[in-house]
């Protein structure tokens, strides 16, 4: 039986050839190859693409910081149905809050230690306002002037700066002016507004998160962007999600990396929807890979989905793996994340990306070498 043209270039096959020839060629690939590569790309030769492109980028470094996070509170104004934290304080009242000493107390407890970095997020307290967090920074940085901090997803800052009848520009040039070094990538969850709307209805619009993140980038610090996958969305949702992320990165460049965070259903409102496979975990990081061209680097976030998995994640496009952390991230254990206990040593990170076949780099924040490890430093 002979093939038309018209059939052939309908075939997995033609389009298969035609994406691959976009990726090596260095052309961008278009929303509909995304969505294909969703429905029908072969996880294999996804995996070749994304590998392709993070060795251009990245060559075989993989990267990951030593950092510590600090959850200011677990009680939450909003009510997002996938969250499993908030809904520990709301339905056995476990909740906590700390005081501006508590935290530095935790800032102390690495005095001498070799940490670049401290992650502070939480939920949106009432009472934690502006200023409250104004203070914190202005002490942890009067404690330890080198601690890069890296704090408030976009939702923390909508909700202060609102409160404090701020405009974005001006909250946000008080909170750099306290010592505000980058921010986080939490709270995008999934762009497409109605199902925003189903599983986050109330937090900030995805207009709004955009919008942080761009003056953020104007007044000069970086940031990085999540999507939560595996929930109610569909393929279209998660390729319009990286669409608004790669436009915005055109405009300002201040992206350092893309996480795509797993849904997990444990003990939240969306216990009712299965979790995806790890197929469709890696499917998503290659084709978060290859769409987002403009962008350096794409994380893997190991305490959530995992050691093996993030091992694997390394030739689906992955060159970072979140820092070495201790176990007081709550947000992720209370959802079912894989690594209860999230700890790490260096020693173990860099022995789980070496049996990966990566060499392992410690960077700070802004990805600046700080040691390569099994080769000389060469930047
Ligand atoms: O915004 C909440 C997610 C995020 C669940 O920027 C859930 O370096 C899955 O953004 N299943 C916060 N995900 C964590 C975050 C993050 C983590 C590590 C590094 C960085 C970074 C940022 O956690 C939330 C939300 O999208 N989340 N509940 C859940 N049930
Ligand atoms: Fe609050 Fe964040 Fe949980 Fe939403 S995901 S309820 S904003 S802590």
């Known amino acids: 039986m002979s093939v038309t043209i018209d059939q052939l270039l309908q ?49 075989m470094f993989t990267y990951f910081n030593r950092n510590f996070h ?114 986080p990538g939490g709270g995008a969850e999934i762009f497409d507004e109605p199902t925003r709307l189903e599983i986050a209805g109330d937090k900030c619009s995805s207009e709004v998160w955009l919008g942080i993140h761009e003056t953020a980038h104007q007044q000069g610090i970086r940031s990085n962007c999540t999507m939560l996958y595996g929930h109610i969305e569909t393929y279209e949702h998660r390729v319009d999600h990286m669409r608004r992320l790669r436009d915005l990165q055109d405009r300002t460049g201040g992206f350092q990396t893309f996480i795509p965070l797993k849904f997990r259903n444990h003990d939240n409102d969306m216990s009712n929807v299965p979790e995806v496979t790890l197929v469709e975990d890696l499917k998503v990081y290659a084709i ?18 995992g050691r093996s998995t993030a091992q694997l994640t390394q030739s689906f496009g992955v060159d970072d793996l979140d820092g070495t952390i201790d176990d007081s991230t709550k947000i992720y254990s209370m959802a079912g994340a894989e690594e209860q206990v999230p700890v790490l040593t260096t020693d173990q990170l860099v022995d789980l990306i070496r049996h990966s076949g990566r060499v392992p780099v410690e960077r700070d924040t802004l990805y600046k070498k700080i040691k390569v490890y099994d080769e000389e430093v060469t930047a």
Not at 162 to 177: C, F, H, N, P, V
Not at 290 to 303: M, S
């Open 288 to 305: 978060g890979r290859i769409y987002l061209d403009n962008f350096d680097h794409v994380k893997a976030y190991w305490p959530m989905i």
């Open 70 to 183: 600090i959850e200011p509170t677990n009680i939450c104004v909003f009510s997002c149905k996938f969250c499993s934290y908030s809904q520990e304080y709301k339905h056995k009242e476990e909740g906590w809050e700390l005081t501006i000493e508590q935290m530095l107390d935790k800032v102390k407890a690495y005095d001498g230690q070799a940490i670049t970095e401290v992650h502070i997020v939480g939920g949106v307290h009432p009472k934690m306002d502006l200023e409250f967090f104004g203070t914190l920074l202005e002490k942890i940085k009067a404690h330890r002037p080198d601690l890069h901090i890296k704090a408030f997803t976009a939702v923390e800052l909508d909700y202060m700066f609102r409160k404090a009848k701020k405009t974005t520009e001006e909250g946000m040039k008080y909170l750099i002016s306290k010592g505000l070094n980058s921010i």
């Open 11 to 59: 075939s997995p096959v033609q389009q298969v050839k035609e994406i691959t020839k976009k990726v090596i060629d260095g052309v961008r690939i278009s929303d509909e190859d995304a969505v294909w590569m969703f429905q029908h790309g072969e996880l294999s030769t996804l995996g070749v693409l994304a590998n392709y492109v993070r060795e251009k980028k990245n060559g």
